[in-house]
């Protein structure tokens, strides 16, 4: 099937194997994962030196808790809808819409549990339906009808609410002792293997989405739509079906991220559940080095970026930073890492230190 | 004579990184003349009008505009001078109303506020010019495109312009919004303005321009009056043939031929690998039948414009026809898709190849795996080792300079991004395989090592579509020529009339 006679002189041969090595170090090196890690020290550093409680980690019942736990425990949301962020973003589109979903998620949730008997084994499949929906809506928007991904999930982001508004009747709904339910309440507040089991449900996700993009060619193909539409789907991508793909996967994230959200608060919140999630995603996503305009992407690096903000909140929180002003620091750290990974930027910087360097 | 030069450019030197854009290009224009600028890619017509306009600035040589010597740096300063410029796309302002289009950026003001009233009137008075009557309230989407264009002009003249320069204005209009734009220019030319015509439609070039200059690579070949220059000879001068090159060079591949002629004969009673009936797409090509038969490579020659993208666009499915039948393997095929296509054993390399080609982020492994990727299912991916082994073994066939597998294609050279994109195709191993403009932008060794491929693949039984404004190289490489003149097939060469003279003459040949 390969073997084709074609004109073939033995040219000046090449050792690929030897330069790819040194190219992907290189490649580890240079560009992506770096900087979030370097600024994810900073910030651990810092919290090393002025708050050395942060590392504290004590065991209580045969779990662990302190600072760090935290972290990842109310860093699981961000970091699930990251995941599916990426692969939007890396496409070239993005999700605004995944803060309505997980309201909808959570409010669909907590109608099954309160208004039915049929409890856990009903929540899941509906769950997945939701996501389905939604991702189905904002991909077919933006494969066939052309919309700009930004304004296709801003109509599921302000309708998305709206739904599940209607859902719970515009109230909060409240998972209480009568609906209680042992499965649900374990999603946001148990513990498995000593650890928070939102911990294991980002990790799995993260370690599955990862193999599953990297083992099939699922990950190129998303690569290649992103970074040049039209000419994969001259190659004979179905560019379409991916783009619609991304979108269900980001939306399966965030319908896990809101079932997380009412279980740790027990109830159904549809005012605030997810508020800002989607932006929180996004941040991640651009710190760990994906670009907005699609292409290459690294769901570690998200991970990464999740975390990073994450414990940026946290140590805000610990040091009495009220909860309202704390984005402003926020922001300062993401705009510091994005400005960090800017090539442009570290030129002017290494020609204002006279370094004269070309690159 | 001399005092009525109004433009003249002397030895104009202008190089980038890799290419000698223009090396010595002269250019002179009279005040009342339509002249036209001719020349096939890479030329310089479009590298000589931004130096002109002040896109680029020159290396070297004179520049001179009523006798005065002149520098443009940026299109505004030129504007100043009085060359204006309309290009291709009209680059207006949809949503504007006419009159503000034509004020934009140059507003009169009164005490610090925009003179609404002294804005319509300067746009009535120069649309007046043009002897054009509409409306300078309505925004500027409500009219066609031919009105649009035709604003942009009237913007461009506002400007007490000496020269104006048109960059391909007919290629979006129909045959009547031609008439009109050419009423436009005639009024124009009356009034003393002198207009540059860059246009591939050889009729309307003869039918509107008084004189022509043809440059070709980058260099003056001559300047001609209209009426004393026959087609073929200006097909000649912008392809850089003598007539005695072209007999020359027929004795030579005559025999060639004469045998391959005979060879496909013998075959013709089988079925064809693609065929098309009528095929069209409106604006883009008129309807052609084209056959193509197992090892056969079939050229599509023509000038920039004439239609052979097109129809290598539509025979790959990226564009979808307005009517007309396409069969291959003599199944009768609808709902053409790249994706139908590659199913059916056909691959395309675009002349565009950054857009429609090659994905510059990704590697030479990714890029040349890509289509065998995309057409298995998702859960058979190829695994790592023969991912590498194809990429190394296509690395190695087809010579492409690289440093590793995982280089990204963007860094690679024109020649080896070609090359990349190819052994994408090859991997496929295709029936048929379109090439269009696959010699473009690569040196001569890239170019030599490209048709000796397609003889190659010939000699294997594939059948290859080869598009190529190089009549030599359409005339070595295939057996069967299908010439095209504005956007129409006008004939087939093949056999002992295979020869460069035979293709220029039908390219020449004025409408039946």
Known sequence: ?????????????????????????????GSRLVWPLVSLAVVLVFNAIFIPSFFAVEVRDGAFYGSLIDVLNRGSIGIILAMGMTLVIATGGVDLSVGSVMAISGAVAALILTETQLGMWAVLPCALLVAVLAGAMNGVLVAYLKIQPIIATLILMVSGRGIAKFITGEKIITIGDDSYNYFFDFIGKGHLFGLPFTVTIFLSLFVVTGLFVRMTSLGLFIESVGANETASRASGIADKWIKIAVYIFAAFCAVIAGLIDSSNINAADTMNAGVFTELDAIFAVVVGGTALTGGRFSLTGSLIGAVLLQTLMTTLYTYGVPSDVAPVPKAIVIVAVCLLQSQVFRTHVRRLFGKGAKR | MAESELLEIRDLRKGFPGVQALAGADFRVRRGEVHALMGENGAGKSTLIKVLTGVHERDGGEVRLDGKSIHPRAPVQAEALGISTVFQEVNLIPNLTVAENIALGRQPRRFGLVDWRAVRRSARTAIERLGLSLDVNRELCSYSVATQQMIAIARAIDLDAKLLILDEPTSSLD???????????????????????????????YQICDRITVLRGGQHVGEYVTSELPRIELIAKMLGKEASDVESME????????????????????????????????????????????????????????????????LFGLDSPTDGTLTVDGVERSGWTPRRAIDSGIAFCPEDRKVNGVIAELSVRENIVLAMQASRSLLRTLPMKKQLALARHYIDALQIKTPSTETAVGTLSGGNQQKVLLARWLVMNPKLIILD?????IDVGAKAEIESLVASLRRDGMSVVFVSSELDEVVRACQLVVVLRDQKVVGEVSGDDLQEHRIMEMIASSHD
């Open chain 2, 251 to 314: 004795a030579a591949t005559a025999a060639a031929h004469h045998q391959d002629a005979a060879a496909i004969s013998n075959e013709s009673d089988e079925q064809p690998v693609l065929q098309t009936k009528q095929y069209t797409r409106r604006g883009a090509i008129q309807p052609f039948d084209l056959t193509v038969r197992k090892g056969e490579v079939v050229g599509l020659a023509g000038l920039l414009g004439s239609g052979r993208t097109e129809i290598a666009r539509l």
């Open chain 1, 1 to 29: 099937m390969t073997d084709h006679s074609v004109p073939s002189t033995t040219a000046e041969a090449i050792q690929p194997s030897e330069a790819s090595n040194r190219i992907s170090v290189i490649r580890l090196m």
């Open chain 2, 437 to 441: 403009e696959p010699t473009r932008g």
């Open chain 2, 175 to 205: 045959e009547k919004e031609v008439e009109e734009l050419f009423a436009v220019m005639d009024r124009l030319r009356n009034q003393g303005l002198g207009i540059v015509f860059v246009s591939h439609f050889l009729d309307q070039v």
